[in-house]
């Protein structure tokens, strides 16, 4: 029977969004379908599957990114829905662990694809913040403070996320002086 | 940029010798992860990752498809061989090298 959840994970708890979706999984909840913040939930055996989720290059809609889901599909990982350019996949777990980004070079390649997404809406919610900002202070509208104190805090957010994955990402690139 | 002196990363190295024959994704996975005793399980994203920037460099080529179940495949060109065969003679220099210092040392 089809259950449906609602929850909200930040951008850069994906790793978290993941976790959940597992763990669900291995309680006989298949994930089936997502939208935002929202998730459709199967039967399926305890720990059929395993699932990933991923920042595509390309929208899955888009040719380059339905080769890539098609080619996934060629070595076994099922597609199960995105939210924009995140994909959502699942494995048969019987047929051994799950990684779509096995080497270093290739999960920094996944990281710095989020913050190219990230830094975008960090810098325009700056400038939206100062613009409301600054047309509150000359015209003492209490509307644009508002929104304008929104902007900051989603731009601190983000700028949160960034830093978090600026992170890991030099904490790869150091063992990436080692090995692959 | 000299392809002789640069390392090829483990997954591209077995990606090449697994299309000495054609071969699809699914096969060149399968292939590399029996070649290596389990060893080495390439990821599907890894893989097509590789795979397209070896086409962009022309060290593979699309052969068509598998008659039965459609799936495209691939196989090394002139390029391609060139490529593994500098990497095997790098190993071969490595290994050489490493196995004669650690004789030397182990001997005095």
Request: charged residues 20%.
């Given at each position: 029977?089809?259950?449906?959840?609602?929850?909200?994970?930040?951008?850069?708890?994906?790793?978290?969004?993941?976790?959940?979706?597992?763990?669900?999984?291995?309680?006989g909840f298949g994930l089936c379908h997502v939208g935002?913040?929202?998730?459709?939930?199967?039967?399926?055996?305890?720990?059929?599957?395993?699932?990933?989720?991923?920042?595509?290059?390309?929208?899955?809609?888009?040719?380059?990114?339905?080769?890539?889901?098609?080619?996934?599909?060629?070595?076994?990982?099922?597609?199960?829905?995105?939210?924009?350019?995140?994909?959502?996949?699942?494995?048969?777990?019987?047929?051994?662990?799950?990684?779509?980004?096995?080497?270093?070079?290739?999960?920094?390649?996944?990281?710095?694809?989020?913050?190219?997404?990230?830094?975008?809406?960090?810098?325009?919610?700056?400038?939206?913040?100062?613009?409301?900002?600054?047309?509150?202070?000359?015209?003492?509208?209490?509307?644009?403070?508002?929104?304008?104190?929104?902007?900051?805090?989603?731009?601190?957010?983000?700028?949160?996320?960034?830093?978090?994955?600026?992170?890991?990402?030099?904490?790869?690139?150091?063992?990436?002086?080692?090995?692959? | 940029?000299?392809?002789?002196?640069?390392?090829?990363?483990?997954?591209?190295?077995?990606?090449?010798?697994?299309?000495?024959?054609?071969?699809?994704?699914?096969?060149?996975?399968?292939?590399?992860?029996?070649?290596?005793?389990?060893?080495?399980?390439?990821?599907?994203?890894?893989?097509?990752?590789?795979?397209?920037?070896?086409?962009?460099?022309?060290?593979?080529?699309?052969?068509?498809?598998?008659?039965?179940?459609?799936?495209?495949?691939?196989?090394?060109?002139?390029?391609?061989?060139?490529?593994?065969?500098?990497?095997?003679?790098?190993?071969?220099?490595?290994?050489?090298?490493?196995?004669?210092?650690?004789?030397?040392?182990?001997?005095?």
């Amino acid at each position: 029977m089809k259950q449906k959840f609602h929850k909200w994970f930040w951008v850069w708890e994906f790793e978290k969004e993941i976790r959940w979706i597992n763990d669900m999984a291995a309680k006989g909840f298949g994930l089936c379908h997502v939208g935002l913040c929202t998730y459709w939930f199967d039967d399926i055996k305890p720990g059929e599957y395993t699932y990933h989720l991923e920042l595509a290059e390309n929208q899955p809609l888009s040719e380059k990114g339905q080769e890539y889901l098609d080619f996934l599909n060629e070595c076994g990982v099922e597609y199960v829905g995105n939210v924009l350019r995140w994909i959502y996949l699942r494995k048969k777990a019987a047929d051994g662990p799950f990684e779509l980004h096995a080497d270093l070079d290739s999960k920094l390649a996944h990281l710095r694809r989020i913050v190219l997404l990230l830094l975008p809406v960090m810098f325009l919610n700056i400038w939206a913040s100062y613009l409301n900002i600054h047309h509150a202070l000359n015209h003492s509208s209490d509307g644009n403070l508002f929104v304008g104190m929104m902007n900051l805090w989603c731009s601190a957010m983000v700028g949160y996320a960034v830093v978090r994955i600026g992170i890991q990402i030099r904490r790869l690139k150091k063992e990436r002086q080692l090995h692959e | 940029m000299n392809i002789g002196n640069s390392a090829l990363t483990e997954a591209v190295y077995y990606i090449l010798l697994s299309l000495l024959e054609p071969r699809h994704g699914y096969g060149i996975m399968q292939f590399t992860e029996q070649l290596s005793g389990g060893r080495v399980r390439l990821a599907a994203g890894t893989l097509y990752g590789a795979i397209n920037t070896m086409l962009e460099k022309g060290w593979i080529e699309a052969c068509g498809t598998e008659p039965n179940t459609r799936k495209k495949e691939y196989v090394i060109t002139q390029t391609g061989t060139a490529v593994l065969l500098g990497e095997i003679a790098r190993l071969e220099e490595l290994a050489r090298n490493g196995r004669q210092l650690i004789e030397q040392v182990i001997r005095y």
